[in-house]
Structure formats: structure tokens, C-alpha cells
């Protein structure tokens, strides 16, 4: 049982990290277009975005709720260690989910759709970079575990493990997947010039995305970071990191012939790749702190609830999932009936 | 004060904020499948304008629930970790179902908000259902983790570990029924008379009244219905904390003494230091009958407990009297709608609206005096018995920032969600 636990996690973690993340970056590709490709790129946003970004986000509840249930000791560190960035998370999502809502919900359209608009973006951009840089502070070594609070300043304890640069290469990091995977969804959405504009956006992010990962590995590195050294030597890793670069190619192809379907999987794939590389890098020691490694498989909760989680997780995954399909899968038909439309 | 009282400040503030866009979230859906369905069977064009309406406000409201949720399910760990690291496994089971009742609430609403015209009509009506079931079993869910708070089960506690862990024990905890059922109840009080005084003001000045009189109607029947039963439930309720939290009865009633036949206080000031109670009224025999059904049962008084487990007694008592006031006074508003239904020139008296406006508050006020006796009543214990709260927060410093932080950012979006409906309001009243 423990494994059906451990895979729903990592699905979960997986279908926010894109899902969710898509979502974040439809906001950073609006945030970075032109005043007129914005309103476009709204249009779009509301209408691929609109009926699912509930579902999207409700995977990072179910991500806490396993870890909280079925890993308390690792949820505990994150909680106490992780809690300003964690804040600053929480932060961006509230910013943004209801920026999101109030920009098509208000019932006048004045000048606090500029509000709105500005909110939205600067939030999909902000929400990204602070996730990537709690999870870096996970990986980085530099969290220190104590029961003795009292002999350790505030700023080693509670700031220091988030607030470094290779935190911050993490944080753009992802911002950069989330456009780019947005970018690409994008794509498969519109028509004509908006998707001359998408296929653009597109290439762009590719590159920003490589040469952020360059920097990343570089600077890690050379800085002496574990995680990057183990990453560079794990086989697995570097397999998924390799198809996911060779898998560029087939991409840009699938965008120039302009095939929707193609492009969006691709991206996904890729997505889903770097993430696995990233994962299974240095699994299960997913903290690393400044003294030792923790592994997830040995700090479980206790055999009767993993089981019972076990339990809900499946029969929720066989309610839940076909409902989801089946609701992009309508909608996917619906927009195709509204395109024939003059 | 110090970092403790922060946390306490920021966990009573933020879910104190969350309750009223949940309790929301649980109700509206049952009242826009109510002029939704009037719709289809009348086709009057006032019946969808409303439905519309309604959903307008419904998808903003749901926006601020589900973040401000979704930080809360945070804040349990952030402000309380050692809380979570002990009793996440066991009573975790509550809020995995929990996750399947939002996915399905979620789904359900992307199908109803985004459905107009493109699902058969049927269908369509029908997933409005699915969204407020679904609220209402989340609802039901979360209330019954808070329960197990007060009355843990589902382990044994031995030499300070937990063991033999048995998650769905601990849901169905002895607490859970009698609060999901009064705690749903709250929910369509609340919201129910909510929702009519906003549309009783509407009434009153005169604006839309044709559409605002449907939305009224809808909106209060179901709250006073609920009023009606949640004395009944509420009894259930404190029959249930006697026999299982009797220092949270003792301090509800402000009952120092431990005696036989003991008397009920209405109101009355409490002086914590000599431990009495002035200006109150007092119904002999009354409390011994609330509690056990029996005119001269003995109560336990608050003296008979040791110091360091008493919880503030005088908020707790004042919040009591709050609630139940507020209770009896919504139960006679909704008394006063039946007999309008006889009397139709009510309607006409503008002081029937004026009443119902100032009942607008009121069931939110209950029930937000009702989570401070629940929650305060159970201090200093996070879990009654097992552990206490001082034990469980956050060894971070600094809580007081992050309370003022949560403080101003849920502030502004109070004043901007309140700010939106008013918008909305008048949008509509103008199409008219
Ligand atoms: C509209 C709101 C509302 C109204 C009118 C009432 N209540 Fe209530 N009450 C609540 C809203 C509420 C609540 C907020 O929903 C609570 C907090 C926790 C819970 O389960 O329900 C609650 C708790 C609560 C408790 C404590 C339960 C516990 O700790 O487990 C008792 C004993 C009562 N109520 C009793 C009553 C009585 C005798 C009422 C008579 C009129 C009453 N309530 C009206
Ligand atoms: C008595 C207390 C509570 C009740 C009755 C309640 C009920 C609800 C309901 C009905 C919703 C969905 C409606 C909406 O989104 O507006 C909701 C949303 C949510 N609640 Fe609560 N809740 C309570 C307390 C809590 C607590 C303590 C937590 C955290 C542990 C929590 C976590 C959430 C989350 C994460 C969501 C968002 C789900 C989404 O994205 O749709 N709630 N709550
Ligand atoms: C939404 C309705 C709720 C309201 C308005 C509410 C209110 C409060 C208040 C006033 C306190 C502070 C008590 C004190 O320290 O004196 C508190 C504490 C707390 N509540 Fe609730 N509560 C609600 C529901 C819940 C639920 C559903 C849960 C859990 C699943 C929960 C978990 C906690 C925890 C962990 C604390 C902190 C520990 C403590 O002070 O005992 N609450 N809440």
C-alpha cells in the first residue's frame, strides 16, 4: 500500500507542477507580451484556463493532505523550516486566484481592471520562483534541525536555507517551465496571427528555459551543492534530462507544421521529464540538511494509516479522474463547436 | 503577548474569515438550483436573471474560499507543528475524503458556471446539486476533524506516544454527528438570513423589487427552516459536551460550584477572580435538565478542575450567551416570515423589510460566537486531554508579523469581495 501512496504523491506533485503550472505561466507569458497581444493572450486564458484552474490547484491540497497524513515527520520540517517562503507562497496564490476571478466576475469594467490585470500577472510570475525556492531549500543543505532554537540566530534557521542564489536559479527555473509548457498549450488554443504570436513565445521560453538550467547545473556545481553533484552522476537523471533536450527537436517540428495536439504533449512530456529528473535525483533523501540526509520511505506514519490513505486515494482516483477527463474532454469539444460558429 | 497568543490570534482570524466564503460556498448552490429549477418549469425570465446573478457572486465568493483555504490547510502545520506531526496520521482520513468531496465540487462548478446553453438543460440544473453536496459533505468532513479535537479517539496514548492508530475510528469520533449537524445547520441559518436581509434591503429602497422579493423568499425560507432546528440540535449539542468536555459545559454556564438541580444563568457578568457570577438570571434546575435530562442531576462546577485546565472562562461564557441569544432571536424572525405568509399586506410594511435587514448579521454573528465556544472552550488543550497547545506551536519567532500580515491582506479582500457585491448589486438593479 505504501506504494500506491507514494505513486499518488508523486502524481499529484506532477499534475501540479504542470497543471498548476501551466497556469502560472499563462500569466508570466501575459505579463511579458505586448500591450496588444495581452488582451489576446486574456481572451485565451479565460477561456482554456477559466473552467478548470479550481481542479488544477486543488492537486496541491491533495499533495499536502498525503504529505501531512502519510509523512508527517518530512511535512513537520518543511512547516517549521520552510515557513516564510511557504508564506510567500500562499501569498501569490491568493493574489492571483482572485485576481483572476474578480478581473471576469466584476460586474463594471472600469479602470480596476488594471488592478486586477497587474495583480494576476505579477502573481503568476512571484508564485513560481518562491516554489522553487522552497523546494530548493529542501535539496540545499543548508537547513539546520535542532531543538535547541535558542543557540542559533533567526536569520541561520529560518532565512538562510531559502534566501541564496541558487534558490533563486531554482525559482526562475520553474517560472521559465511553467511559461514554456503555457506557451506551447497556448499554441493548440488559438488560430492565425494569436498563433504566430504563441509559436514565438514558444522558442523564446525554450531558450530561456536551457540556458537557465545551464546556470543552474554550472553555478551548483561550483558552489558545491550535493544535489547537483549526485544529479550529474545519476545515470537515470541525466537519461531524462537527455531525452527531454532531444525531444526539442520533434517539438519545433510539431510547432512549425502547426500540429495542436503534437506540440501540447510534447511539452507536457518534457515537463515531465525534468521534473523525474529532479525527483528521482537524490530519492528518497529529498532533505538534505546541513547534517544529514532524510529519507521519505523512513519517516512514514504508522502502517494502519498509510493503508487507509492508501484506501481514499484509490477510490478517490477512480471518481475523481474520469470526472476531470471528462470535463477537459467536453470542454475541448465545446470550443470546437464555438469555433465553427461565424 | 506572546508568540502562542499570536498563533491563536492568526488561526481564530483566518478561520474565522474562511468560514463565512465556505459557509457560502455550502449554501447558495442550493438556493440557485432553487430559482434555476423555477426557471425551467416557469421559463419566467426574472427566475434566470437571478439564477445568473447569484452565480455571479457565488464564483467570487468560491475564488476567496478556496484560497483562503488552501492557506489554511498550510497554517495547520506552519502555526501548529508538533500538533500535525502527532495527530496528521490519525485524523488525516477526514480530509483525503475531503479532497475527492472539492474535486468533485470543483468539477461540478466548472460544469455549472461554464455550462449555459452547451450541456443538455437537465444536466446542467443537475450539477448545481453536485456542487452544493459536495460543499456540504466537505463541510461535514473538515467539522468532524475539529471533533476529534474534542473528543480524540481512534489511538491509545501511551507514555506520550501514539498507538494503535485507527483512522476511521477517529472520524467518526464522538463529537463528529451532533457538530457536522448543528455546524450544517449554522451554515443555512447564516447564510439564509444573509442572503434575504441583502435582498430585504433592496426591498426597502424601492429598487427591483419584483426580482429581489423572489430571491427573498428563496433565500429565507431555508434559513428559518433551519433556525427552527437548530435549538433542537444545539440541545444535542451540549448534552454531548457534558458527558464529554463537562469543564467546557461548566464554563459555557459560567458554573463554578459543582451542585444537584443546578441552575441555568442567563447573561450575568463574570468575575473570573472571585470566581462568581453577578447580575444574571437565574432558572433553578434548569442546567441539570439542559445537560443530562434530569432536573436534579449534578453539574460539575469549574472549582472541581484543576487550575491549569481551565479555559478563558468569561469569553467563553459571553460567546455562549451570544450564540444563543442570536439563536432565539433568528428563530422568532423566521416565525414572523411564516405568519407573513397568512398576512400578505406585511409585505407592504416597510418595517418587515427593516427587520430583516438587521437580521442580515445576526446568523453569522451566531455562528461565529459558536466556533469561539468550541474552540476557546477547549483551551489549553489543542487536543482535549492529550496535548497541549503551548506544546504545539511553532518554535518560529515573529508570529506577531505574520498575524498582522494575515490581518491586513484578508482586510483588503473582505473590503474588496464586500466592495464587488455592491457592484453587482447595482449592475443588476440598473438592467432592470
Ligand atoms: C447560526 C449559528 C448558530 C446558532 C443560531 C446556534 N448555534 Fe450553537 N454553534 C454554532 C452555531 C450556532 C456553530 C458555529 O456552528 C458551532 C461551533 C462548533 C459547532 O459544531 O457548531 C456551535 C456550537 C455549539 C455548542 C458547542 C458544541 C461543541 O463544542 O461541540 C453548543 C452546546 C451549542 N452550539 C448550542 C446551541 C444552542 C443551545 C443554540 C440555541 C439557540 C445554538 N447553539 C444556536
Ligand atoms: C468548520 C470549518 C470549515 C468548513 C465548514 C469548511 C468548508 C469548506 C467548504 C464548503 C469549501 C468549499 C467552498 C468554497 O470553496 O468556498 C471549503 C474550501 C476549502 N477549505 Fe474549508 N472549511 C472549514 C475549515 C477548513 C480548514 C480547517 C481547512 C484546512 C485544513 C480547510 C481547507 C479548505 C480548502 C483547502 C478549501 C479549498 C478547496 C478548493 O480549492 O476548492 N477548511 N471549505
Ligand atoms: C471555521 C470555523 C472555525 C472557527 C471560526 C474556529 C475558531 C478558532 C478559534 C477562535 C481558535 C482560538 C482558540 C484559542 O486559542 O483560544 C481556534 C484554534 C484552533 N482551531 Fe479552530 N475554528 C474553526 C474550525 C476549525 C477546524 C475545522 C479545525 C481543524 C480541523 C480547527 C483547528 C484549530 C486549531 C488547530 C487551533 C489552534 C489550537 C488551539 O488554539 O487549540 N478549527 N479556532
Redesign the pocket.
Known sequence: MLYVVLFFLLFSLLLYVLLGGADFGAGIVELFSSRENRKVTRDTIYRVMGPVWEANHIWLIILLVILWVGFPGYFNVMMIYLHIPLVLVLLGITIRGVAFVFRHYDAVLDSSQIWYNRLFRVGSLVTPVFLGMSFASLISGKIIITNDYSNYGFYDLFMEPWLHLFGLLIGLFYAALCAFLAANYLIAETEGDARKLYRKKSIMYTVVLVVLGFALIVYGYFADFIFIEDFIHNPVSLISVGISGLLLIPLWRSIKRGSRIWSRYLAGLQGVLIMFAAIIAHFPYIIITSEEELSLLENLAPEATIDNLALMLLIGGFVILPGLFHLMKSFNLIKVLDKSKP | MENLDYA?LQ??FT??F??IFACIGMVMPFFMVVSHHKWLKTRNPIYLKLTKAWLKGVAIFFATGAVSGTALSFE?GML?PE?MKHAGPIFGMPFSLEGAAFFVEAIALGFYLYGWKKLPEKFHWFTGIIVGVAGVASGIL??S??GW?NAPSGFDYVNGEFLNIDPVEALLNPAWFTQALHMTLAAFVATGFAVAGVHALQIFRGKNVELHTKAFKIAIVFGAVAAFLQPLSGDLSAKDVAERQPVKLAAMEAHYETQKGAPLYIGGIVDEENREVSHKIEIPGALSFLAFGDFDAEVKGLNDFPDDELPPVPIVHYAFQLMVGLGTLLMLAGLIYFISLKKKNWLKNRKFWLLFIIAAPLGFIAL?AG??VT??G??PW?IHQVMR?ED?VTPMPGMKYSFFFYLFLYTILGITVTWLMNRQMKALNKEE
Open positions: 491563536r488561526m481564530a478561520l474565522g474562511h468560514i495547520l501548529w500538533f473538515v467539522v476533524a475539529n479535537m461565529e466556533w469561539v474552540e476557546v477547549r483551551q489543542i497547545t504545539a
